[in-house]
């Protein structure tokens, strides 16, 4: 076995049915985790990579990774983030908002937050007068959150926390996971542990970024080792049902390169709404639940591979210069994959201060605050974190007019 992937483990049968799974239809190689961000002092020491490859089960149609990194890996390196940006904080307003007035919550209600972060979303419900309960295991973030008033318990939610999770808060009316069901491995137990926290009426509201556009725009750059499932709301129908839970209602959301946002239940209150069902017909009639989508998307994803490699060699042998916009995860996936280093890109620049001064992982690009770009002016930037491309080339306007021209990588590299 080689050393270098003694820590992940091939997981051979899917995590969601147990069939044996088809061999991955994506591949994208070996390389470091998307969030190991290496000291400039640590430059010099070899990188642990691990195998980064996707699979589809034809049985219950969840798209996962075909290696498990440790969790005490994944999350070692985890940096976490305080500060969220305006549109995410409206984001979180409005969806507060919908389900106070969807669900008529209020005083006697409850809802829970799983993977709570900072409170930013349950302050929404908490300021309209409806208690909430945050549950979000990373300790000094759960501690800010109890700070500013938002109860919040600082466990990981899984089935032993069950009963301490019912003790603190009784069951909920609506249960909130926003961008957690990518993370949880044992997502049977997870969707048990959820059916057992809701009241007899009670609904789970999840948010996911959407697989469709993940396969229709070409975003094999949100593929990283701690999205361990990519979903449809064909396969999270599947899941549901397998916890006693049935999805009723879905809406498209803008954020994050597009997600879903579902709607489930505990007993048979509601009735699967027109949108839902013509989304799963839409689901099926795109290719979801065959094979034939996937095997497609991956040689699209090799098209890009080239397309951009060559660009970029390209530009450096004429001797231009390059910078890349957004350190974000993705980036990191993006990179590796297509095998560039800093002999091609010379700096990536990224407003979080956490950031700056830290390499990219496997590519060792320094990071540099985001008035670099036009202190150096590269003769092009590649916007890695293309989910706010709009806003960044608004915001660097002036490097644009100074003659720097942009990049953006997916769903087909294009120069702006
Ligand atoms: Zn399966």
């Not at 994944?74 to 389900?99: I, P, R």
Request: aromatic share 10%; proline share 4%; charged share 20%.
């Amino acid at each position: 076995m080689n050393a270098r992937y003694f820590m992940s483990e091939t997981i051979g049968k899917c995590l969601g049915c147990a069939s044996d799974l088809p061999d991955a239809f994506l591949d994208l190689g070996e390389m470091p985790l998307a969030n190991s961000y290496i000291k400039a002092c640590d430059a010099g020491r070899e990188e642990i990579s691990y195998k980064l490859a996707v699979a589809y089960c034809p049985v219950c149609y969840l798209v996962q990774i075909t290696h498990r990194v440790a969790p005490e890996d994944l999350f070692g390196n985890y940096l976490y983030f305080s500060s969220f940006s305006d549109a995410f904080l409206k984001h979180a307003q409005e969806m507060a908002g919908t389900l106070i007035k969807r669900f008529a919550l209020d005083s006697n209600s409850l809802v829970m937050e799983i993977g709570s972060n900072d409170g930013y979303l349950l302050e929404f419900f908490q300021r309209s007068g409806v208690p909430v309960l945050g549950i979000e295991p990373a300790k000094n973030i759960a501690k800010v959150a109890s700070d500013k008033g938002i109860r919040t318990l600082d466990v990981f939610f899984s089935a032993g926390q069950v009963k301490e999770i019912l003790s603190v808060g009784g069951q909920a009316d609506v249960i909130i996971g926003n961008n957690v069901l990518a993370h949880i491995p044992l997502i049977n137990e997870f969707m048990l542990a959820v059916a057992r926290c809701l009241k007899p009426n009670g609904s789970a509201v999840f948010e996911f970024p959407y697989l469709k556009d993940l396969l229709e725009n070409t975003e094999f750059d949100t593929i990283y080792h701690e999205h361990v499932f990519y979903y449809s709301l064909s396969s999270i129908r599947v899941l549901s049902q397998r916890a006693g839970l049935e999805v009723y209602d879905a809406d498209r959301q803008g954020v994050h390169g597009g997600s879903l946002r579902v709607f489930i239940q505990k007993g048979k209150r509601y009735k699967l709404t027109s949108g839902a069902r013509s989304m799963l017909t839409d689901e099926e009639k795109f290719g979801i639940t065959d094979q034939r989508v996937y095997k497609n998307f991956a040689s699209r994803v090799k098209e890009l591979k080239q397309e951009l490699f060559e660009l970029l060699e390209g530009l450096k042998k004429s001797g231009k210069t390059i910078a890349g916009y957004g350190a974000a995860a993705k980036g990191n996936t993006l990179l590796n994959y297509i095998g560039t280093n800093n002999k091609t890109i010379d700096f990536v620049v990224d407003r979080s201060t956490y950031k700056q001064g830290l390499l990219m992982p496997g590519t060792k690009i320094p990071i540099l605050n985001q008035n670099e770009l036009l202190k150096r002016k590269p003769d092009y930037t590649i916007i890695l974190a293309w989910n706010f491309a709009q806003e960044i080339m608004e915001q660097q306007s002036q490097y644009h007019v100074g003659g720097g021209k942009f990049i953006i990588p997916v769903p087909r590299p294009r120069v702006i």
